[in-house]
Each structure stands twice: as structure tokens, then as C-alpha cells.
């Protein structure tokens, strides 16, 4: 009699103290991961709220906004003990992270300490499973009463964020929504899920562009330092239903080997966990490398945090769809069988019906294979973060770098301090010199930045400053090289233009902290990539602006003046493609401040272009998809297992610009307009306009032409008015990439139809960070053309210089074109 009352009273207060909270499907009406149900941000960020006023488990915070103004949210879940003293462990394991504590606090700490597991949900917004398990997650852990559970709550402080991208999220719901039951069901979206990036976003980890990035560095690297980062995904190789680490092949080596060893270890326990539950089709060490740097999973290995990438199987949206065992491939395309059981695919998947349910499911294995770890070894992980920093400390105080260094006298000193803000927003120490110093044999001057390489995240400041060389894996000795999984060479310092100089050897000098590093307000200066701003708001206040022939923005109309600077009118062609390359070209137009109008197929086809434009710029993208789009009637990628009626494009998104579109382009450059052209773009003026440039890259073979995302290095001709303001060498970002021949004999090639290179692929030694192969293909060719065409020209990129927001020393590339457009010769 007495146990059963101590039963009753026991469950009682876990009652109490879970608040009585909400179920799911009480708040939602349906359970998160029903068929043909999603829960949208809105919804999904009440809930959590909710959650929050009904159990003291359980602190909702917004720590950010998004880029169209939406709270950005984290739930702090533990036990309610822990909750009350969250500053407590936040600054222990902050000084834990940082290498900051004695040893002998070390001990104490990560005796008491909590661990810090983070996890979020709706990264990529048409991966939606994650989104809809978070509910399902938090209600578990606010009431969930197994000893695991409230092992983990007493253990562990969980960082969870429901919906990392919530303006991509309320999109791809609501646009489901639209056209749930209709022959559109599973139509992609038109639009990017985020304003500039779309898929791009998990691109942006070192480079710190977009507000959401922003918001979450900071959670990571500058204030909670959690010591392992889960980031969900949803598109796992197929016929596996989710991949898991182990990454695959290579390990980049300023990742400590440790950290990966332990995600190798978390990847164990997660797979064993999924095994015990009887689920197939996990998979390991294929497609996802340990290389590269920039994602939410791969940047926190540079900072000692065990980052940890799933991959479950989705389909389109939240609606089921069926497998037969017969459309089961023999192997998935790394060779590795997909019928029989392998090291790494140890219970295969047989096919049948899969649901949003079976992804839900899915990730919450993975959720609580990660938690129990984390709940069982909070010691481990939490004096792992210390010993990896005092680690990284002391191998950078040997020297060899000992310290980067970057000095105030640059050719853009905007970009060199537009480079060390985002390094800080990364979590990286800067310090700025006091006074005259002497290091490596020359002389700085008061007011340089120094990063010392002695600091707890030694790795991620080496791995942006040092140039790339990607290791050639084969198959056997003469197999083709192993492709990375994104890009190959990323060095950032080369990517902004940025001067700076690595010191080996220990050095003195009066130091201080750097603070917030901003850069200056922009001035009319044509080196520098802020000029621009300071131009275009110069333009807007009705000030007269004017360059002389070396490119300098003159105010007033002195002598030396040869162009008078006009405010451009400025289109960017937007497809019904959702085209990320387009999103960053209008990041890089918004950054700098010109205005410019979405230009639509109905638009371009209407033709008028040049009485309304004065440049029109097609961001990369294939000649096939600028003509014709996604073609009316057509079924779209999602279109597979029987539901190809589900998958067709709405009427408004179909076709392209159509042969209309592309004399309406080229009677828009012969009335004197600009036309300009981001790589494979160049091929529809070089293909379908008489301009006499043709290309000259052939991908394939042994031998041929690849650029799996690299760093190159041209020459240019800065005499030119599209060069302005750049250095006679410099580096471009390459991914695939074309280069350019003129055709034209010397005696046509004048006049209304010259074509003249502006930027050249250096003769020689034309990698500078990354991997290459069929370097002579290039060398020594045209990497960017003018070609004038009647009273127009047609501007041929053979890369983007606008690359993801990261290439900031060839942004005056496209900013000179954009203003030469609009220019009027004196």
C-alpha cells in the first residue's frame, strides 16, 4: 500500500515538474511527421513558447533575427537545477573551451560540468523531417520520465533549435500547402528558401555573410562552445535511408585527429543504437568528406567540437511514396553494394513505403543515440574541449606559423578589414599592435592586425590563412582522382585580396586586443571595394562623380575627368529556378548599395529591354535551363516512383526566355546596352550572339580540364575600364569555369565588334590553392572578355567573380562593369 502511494506521489511530481506540457498533437492538430501534414515556423515556434510557460525543463530564447525579420530560437532543455545556474555553465565551459582554466580547474570542471549538445533543425527548408521532429523531441525531453531521459536532463544541457532558417521553412510550407492535392504537389520551389543563398546557406560557415550564419557562429564559437554540433540534413544517397558518420575520404589536416576520432566514435554509437532498433539502411564513409571547411557540421571540427552531419531519406515534402525491391540498385555509385550487408552498410534497406513519419523516427534515433553518449561521458567530452585547446595554444606558441599578420597598408583596405571582422565573428583572437614592431625580418606599424597562432582554435585561423592542396585519393594507381564534396581550396585571405604575411618564428610586440573590428566609412576610393558604397550614395544625394582615365572617382568635373559616373539601371535575370548564383549577385548588389529589378522571363521575351536597363546580368546557369526553363506538362526531378503527375511546374513557373528572350537580349546590346555573363551563362551571347568568342575548356578524361572549386591566379589589365582599381595579379575562385578565345581576324576585330581580354589565367603555376588537373588548358587564356557589339558590349566571365559572397577581390570586376554601363564619355 505505502509503494503504490510513493508511486503515486513520484509520478505526481514528474507530472508537476513537466508542467502538465502540451502533446504535439494537441497543439498541431496532427502529428508532426504525418502524411501530407507540415507544421510551419509560426506554428512551430508557438509550441515552443508554449512549452516554455508550461515547465520550468525548458527556456526558449531568440538570439537572432533571420533575413527577412523572423526570431531566430534556441531551446535550453535540462533538468530544472540546471537551467536556474545557466550562466554558471556557460562560463565554465567557456573557460573549458578556450583553454582558459588550470588544470586543476580542468579536473573540478569536468567533474561538475554539464555537457553541451546542440541540434537544429530546417537548415535546408525542403529537407523537412527535421522541422517536423523538433516538437516531438522537446516534449520528450520536458516529460519523458525513463532513466535515460532524466539521465540525460541531469547530465546535459541541450541546445535545441527547432527551425534554423525560418524564412525557408514558413516558405516551403506554406508553398506545399498551395499545391497539396494538385498535379504540383511536388513541384520544387521557385524561390531560394533564403534570400541570398538558398541551399548556399550551409556555405556560408567561415564566411559570415548572411544574418543567420551571424547569429549562429556566435552561439557556437564566441559564447556556448558546445561540445558537439548536430546538424540535420535530409538527402541521404540512395537506397540508404540515413548516413551517419564516419566521413568519407579526405581528412583535412588542420582538423585535430582527435575531434574526428571522436566523431567516429559518436558515428559507433549512433549506428549500434540503429541496429538494436531493427532500422535499415544506414550508411557510413561515402560521399561526405572530412576536408572541407564553411558548413554547420564541418566548422565546428576546427573548433574542437565534434560536428556531426545526418543525411536521412526523404522525398519531396511530407507526401509517402514506395520503393520496389526491383528498383533497388546493384551499388550505390562509391561501389559499395547496396543488397548485401558491408562494413559500412551493414542492414541494408529493401525498398517498400517511406513517409515524413519513417524520417521522423529516423532522426530521433539519431537524437538519442547522441544524448545518452553525452549524458554518459559528460567528463569525457567536456575535459576533451580543454585538452584540444591547451593543445592547439601550445603548438601554435612553437611557431611555424607563430602568427599571421596583417598590416594597415593594403590595396583594399576595406576587404582586409571586412576579412578580420568575420575571422572574430569565427571565434578567432585578434590583437592589434600599440606601437612599431619588428617581426620576420620587417617592420610593422602601429595599428596592425596580429593573429597569434597560440589560440584554442589554431586549426580553423590556419586552415583560412594557409593555401589548400587537396590530397589525390585513386583507385589503384591509375584511377581517376576522388572529387571533393565541395570545394577544394577556399584560403580566405586570397579569396578578399587581402595582404598577409605569416611569421614563423616568436616575436615581441605591445599587443592589445582589437575589439569589434568595423571597417572605416567608406570614401571614394576606386582600390577599394567600399568605394562603391561611397559612390552609389554619393549618386543618390545628387552628387556629380566623374573618372579620370586611370579609374579614380573624381568629385566635381576636373580636367583629368573622361567619364561622368550616372546612377546604372541595373536587371538581374531571376529564373523559376530557384538560382543561388542569382541570390548571391543580389547579396553583392544589396551589399554595395545598387539598386537593380528582378528581371522575369514574360520581361525579357516582352523586349524594350533597353529603354528601362542599362545592364542586365545572367548569374551562372545552363543555356538549356535560361531558354526553357522547367518545361510546361514536364514532370521535375521529385517526379519518380509513380508520381509523376504529382510533380509538374505551375503554369506562371514553366519555360524560360526562349529564342524571343534572346534577340530580345541582343537588340538590348546593340542599342548600347551590357550584357553580362557569370560561366556557363557566357555560353548563350558566345553560342546565339555574333560577339566572335567562343570557349575553349573541354571537361573529361584523364587529362581534361577540372576545377573541383579552386583558387587560381590570373594577371589583368587594371588599363582597362572594367579592371579599375584591381592589381595587376590576382586571384579568382574557379568552380568547373571556362575560358575564352577571340575568333575575330585582326582586321574585324575593331571598332563596333572588338572583343579584348581583360583578365588572363596566369602562364604558369596557375593553382594557388586547391586541386587542379589539365592546367595547360588554361594557361595563359582569357578568363574575362569584353566584346562590343554594336553600340553595346557583352561582358564574358569565365567565372563567377561574385562567388558566394566569399570572392571579395574580384568584386570590382562586376561593380565596373555595372557603372561603365551607365557612364557617359567626356
Not at 537544429?120 to 527548408?125: A, E, T, V, W
Not at 550551409?202 to 547569429?215: K, S
Amino acid at each position: 500500500m505505502l509503494s503504490r502511494r510513493l508511486l503515486t506521489i513520484s509520478l505526481l511530481f514528474a507530472l508537476v515538474l513537466s508542467g502538465a506540457a502540451t502533446p504535439p498533437k494537441e497543439h498541431f492538430g496532427f502529428t508532426p511527421g504525418d502524411d501530407y501534414k507540415l507544421a510551419d515556423f509560426e506554428q512551430v515556434a508557438s509550441y515552443f513558447h508554449k512549452l516554455a510557460k508550461e515547465s520550468p525543463r525548458i527556456r526558449v530564447e531568440e538570439f537572432g533575427r533571420s533575413a527577412e525579420g523572423r526570431p531566430m530560437l534556441v531551446a535550453f532543455i535540462s533538468s530544472e537545477a540546471n537551467l536556474k545556474r545557466l550562466a554558471h555553465w556557460k562560463e565554465m565551459n567557456r573557460k573549458m573551451a578556450l583553454g582558459l582554466a588550470s588544470p586543476e580547474e580542468a579536473e573540478r570542471y569536468a567533474r561538475e560540468g554539464k555537457a553541451i549538445v546542440w541540434i537544429d533543425s530546417g537548415l535546408h527548408s525542403t529537407e523537412v523531417a527535421p522541422v517536423q521532429h523538433a516538437p516531438r523531441l522537446a516534449y520528450t525531453m520536458v516529460t519523458g520520465e525513463t532513466e535515460e531521459i532524466k539521465r540525460i536532463r541531469e547530465k546535459v544541457i541541450l541546445m535545441q533549435v527547432p527551425v534554423i532558417n525560418p524564412d525557408g521553412h514558413q516558405l516551403t510550407a506554406e508553398w506545399y500547402r498551395k499545391n497539396l492535392g494538385t498535379p504540383h504537389e511536388l513541384a520544387p520551389l521557385p524561390e531560394l528558401y533564403q534570400k541570398y543563398s538558398g541551399h548556399d546557406n550551409n556555405r556560408d560557415y567561415f564566411m559570415m555573410n548572411l544574418p543567420e550564419t551571424r547569429a549562429v557562429s556566435r552561439m557556437l564559437f564566441r559564447e556556448w562552445y558546445p561540445q558537439i554540433v548536430y546538424n540535420q540534413h535530409q538527402v541521404a544517397p540512395f537506397p540508404a535511408r540515413i548516413f551517419i558518420p564516419p566521413y568519407a575520404e579526405p581528412l583535412n589536416p588542420n582538423i585535430a585527429p582527435a575531434v574526428m576520432e571522436g566523431i567516429n566514435l559518436i558515428g559507433s554509437v549512433m549506428k549500434e543504437r540503429f541496429l538494436r532498433e531493427k532500422k535499415p539502411g544506414v550508411i557510413s564513409y561515402v560521399n561526405f568528406d572530412g576536408w572541407w571547411n564553411g558548413g554547420l557540421r564541418s566548422a565546428p571540427a576546427f573548433h574542437n567540437m565534434h560536428g556531426i552531419l545526418t543525411e536521412t531519406a526523404g522525398y519531396v515534402y511530407a507526401t509517402p511514396y514506395e520503393v520496389k525491391p526491383s528498383e533497388i540498385p546493384a551499388r550505390f555509385q562509391s561501389g559499395i553494394p547496396a543488397r548485401e550487408p558491408s562494413i559500412f552498410y551493414p542492414m541494408p534497406w529493401k525498398g517498400g513505403r517511406w513517409a515524413l513519419n519513417d524520417a521522423v523516427e529516423y532522426i530521433l534515433t539519431a537524437d538519442m543515440a547522441i544524448l545518452d553518449l553525452a549524458a554518459r561521458q559528460p567528463d569525457y567530452f567536456i575535459k576533451k574541449a580543454w585538452l584540444m585547446a591547451r593543445e592547439q595554444i601550445e603548438a601554435g606558441e612553437k611557431g611555424g606559423p607563430y602568427a599571421y599578420v596583417v598590416a594597415p597598408e593594403q590595396h583594399d583596405a576595406s576587404s582586409a578589414a571586412e576579412m578580420v571582422k568575420r575571422l572574430q565573428m569565427g571565434g578567432v583572437e585578434v590583437q592589434k599592435a600599440a606601437a612599431e614592431f619588428t617581426a620576420g625580418g620587417k617592420q610593422y606599424p602601429a595599428g596592425t592586425w596580429v593573429m597569434k597562432a597560440g589560440q584554442a582554435f589554431r586549426g580553423y585561423l590556419v586552415d583560412l590563412m594557409e593555401p589548400q592542396k587537396y590530397p589525390e585519393i585513386r583507385i589503384g594507381e591509375a584511377g581517376a582522382v576522388k572529387r571533393p564534396y565541395d570545394l577544394a581550396g577556399w584560403t580566405l585571405s586570397m579569396q578578399m585580396g587581402v595582404k598577409v604575411d605569416r611569421v614563423d618564428e616568436r616575436f615581441e610586440a605591445a599587443l592589445e586586443g582589437a575589439g569589434a573590428v568595423e571597417p572605416a566609412a567608406p570614401v571614394l576610393d576606386h582600390k577599394q571595394n567600399a568605394g562603391f558604397v561611397a559612390l552609389s550614395r554619393a549618386l543618390k544625394n545628387g552628387g556629380k562623380v566623374y573618372r579620370a582615365g586611370d579609374g579614380a572617382f573624381l568629385a566635381g568635373k576636373p580636367e583629368a575627368a573622361r567619364w561622368e559616373v550616372t546612377q546604372p539601371r541595373v536587371a538581374l535575370y531571376k529564373p523559376w529556378t530557384a538560382n543561388m548564383d542569382a541570390g548571391w549577385t543580389e547579396w553583392v548588389l544589396d551589399t554595395f548599395e545598387v539598386g537593380f529589378t528582378a528581371l522575369r522571363n514574360a520581361e525579357v521575351k516582352a523586349g524594350g529591354l533597353r529603354a528601362k536597363y542599362d545592364v542586365i546580368i545572367l548569374a551562372q546557369q545552363a543555356v538549356q535551363s535560361i531558354l526553357h526553363g522547367q518545361r510546361a506538362g514536364s514532370r521535375t526531378g521529385a517526379g519518380r516512383y509513380g508520381a509523376a503527375e504529382k510533380s509538374q511546374p505551375r503554369p506562371e513557373h514553366a519555360g524560360g526566355i526562349g529564342v524571343g528572350g534572346v534577340e530580345a537580349l541582343e537588340e538590348f546590346v546593340r542599342a548600347g546596352g551590357t550584357l553580362v555573363a557569370f560561366d556557363t551563362a557566357a555560353e548563350l551571347p558566345m553560342e546565339m550572339m555574333d560577339i566572335g568568342v567562343s570557349g575553349t575548356l573541354r571537361t573529361g578524361g584523364a587529362a581534361g580540364w577540372m576545377c573541383p572549386g579552386s583558387l587560381l591566379r590570373v594577371t589583368v589589365d587594371n588599363t582597362h575600364p572594367l579592371a579599375f582599381g584591381m592589381p595587376a595579379e590576382a586571384i579568382i575562385t574557379m568552380t568547373g569555369g571556362q575560358a575564352f578565345e577571340v575568333t575575330l581576324m585582326k582586321e574585324y576585330n575593331q571598332g563596333k565588334r572588338e572583343a579584348r581580354a581583360v583578365v588572363n589565367y596566369a602562364k604558369q603555376n596557375l593553382l594557388a590553392s586547391g586541386w587542379l588537373q589539365g592546367e595547360r588548358e588554361a594557361a595563359g587564356r582569357a578568363a574575362m572578355v569584353e566584346a562590343k557589339l554594336g553600340d553595346g558590349r557583352v561582358v564574358l566571365f569565365g567565372f563567377r567573380p561574385q562567388f558566394r559572397g566569399q570572392s571579395f577581390g574580384t568584386f570590382k570586376l562586376l561593380l565596373n562593369a555595372i557603372y561603365l554601363g551607365s557612364s557617359k564619355p567626356i
